[in-house]
C-alpha cells in the first residue's frame, strides 16, 4: 500500500498525534491509554480507513521494541523504598499470581471454545497460550485510571499494586514464549519447561540489576554538553540491557 518512506512517515506522525491526544482526552474521562490507541488502531486498519499491514516480522520487532520501553517503564516508575516493606507480596503475586491467572483463565477458553459449535476449536495449550498474553496488568493504564478518577489507595495496597503491575510483564513474557515452544515441538517435558522458566527469571533479574547498575554509573559520569541527548543515551542503555539479557 505504501510507495516511499515519505509515506510511511506521513502516516505514522498522523498516527502517533491522534494517538497522543486520545491519551489526553482518555486520561480526563478515565479511560486507559491502551484501549484508546487500540481503537485508533482498528479505526486507520483494514476495517476502518483500509490502511494494510501484514508483516509478522516487522511486527515482532516492532513490539519487541515497545515491550523493553514498557518493561524499562515499569521498574523506572516504581520507588524502592515504597515496595520494600510489601516485597514478598509483590513478587508472589507478580510471578505465581500470573501463573494462576493463566492457568484459570486458560482452561475458561478452552472450555468455551470447545462448548460453541461451528467455531474453531482451540487445544488446551492454545488456549493457555491466549490467557498468557492476557494475564499480565498495566501499571501505567492502572494508576492512570486511579489517578483521574481521584481514587487513593490506603495503606500498602497501592505499592503492593505497583509493584504487582510494574514487574507481573516478565512472568507472562516467559509463559508466551514457553507456550509457543511448546506448541510449536508438539510437546515439552513438564521439567524443562520449570527450568527454562526459573533459569530465564534468575539470569533476567542478575542482569537487569548488575546492567541497571553499571548503566546509572555510566550515565551519570556520561559528560555530554548537548542536553537533549540524555534521552537518546537512555535509550540506548535501555535496547542494550534489553538485548544482551
Keep these: 500500500m505504501f510507495h516511499n518512506a515519505e509515506e510511511v512517515l506521513l502516516i505514522c506522525s498522523v498516527i502517533l498525534f491522534v494517538s497522543i491526544l486520545a491519551g489526553k482526552a482518555g486520561f480526563r474521562v478515565g479511560l486507559p491509554a491502551l484501549l484508546l490507541f487500540l481503537g485508533i488502531g482498528m479505526l486507520f486498519g483494514s476495517d476502518g480507513l483500509g490502511l494494510q499491514f501484514s508483516n ?56 468455551l471454545t470447545g462448548l460453541v459449535a461451528g467455531y474453531e476449536t482451540l487445544t488446551l495449550a492454545e488456549s493457555l497460550l491466549m490467557a498468557a498474553v492476557m494475564s499480565s496488568t498495566d501499571s501505567a493504564s492502572v494508576f492512570s485510571i486511579l489517578r483521574s478518577k481521584g481514587v487513593y489507595l490506603k495503606q500498602r495496597l497501592r505499592p503492593t499494586l505497583e509493584l504487582e503491575s510494574g514487574s507481573n510483564d516478565p512472568m507472562a513474557y ?54 537533549s541527548l540524555y534521552p537518546i543515551l537512555l535509550l540506548a542503555v535501555i535496547f542494550f540491557i534489553f538485548s544482551i539479557t
Design 174 to 227: 516467559m509463559l508466551t514464549i514457553i507456550l509457543i515452544a511448546y506448541i510449536q515441538s508438539n510437546g515439552m517435558n513438564f521439567l524443562d519447561g520449570a527450568i527454562s522458566l526459573a533459569v530465564q527469571l534468575i539470569l533476567g533479574l542478575i542482569a537487569g540489576y548488575i546492567l541497571g547498575k553499571v548503566s546509572v554509573w555510566i550515565i551519570n559520569r556520561v559528560n555530554v554538553e548537548n542536553q
Design 56 to 111: 509478522p516480522q516487522i511486527a515482532q520487532f516492532i513490539g519487541m521494541i515497545a515491550l523493553s520501553i514498557i518493561l524499562f517503564s515499569g521498574g523506572m516508575d516504581t520507588k524502592l523504598s515504597e515496595i520494600k516493606p510489601i516485597a514478598s507480596q509483590g513478587v508472589v503475586l507478580a510471578t505465581l499470581g500470573v501463573l494462576v491467572t493463566t492457568a484459570i483463565t486458560g482452561y475458561f477458553i478452552f472450555w
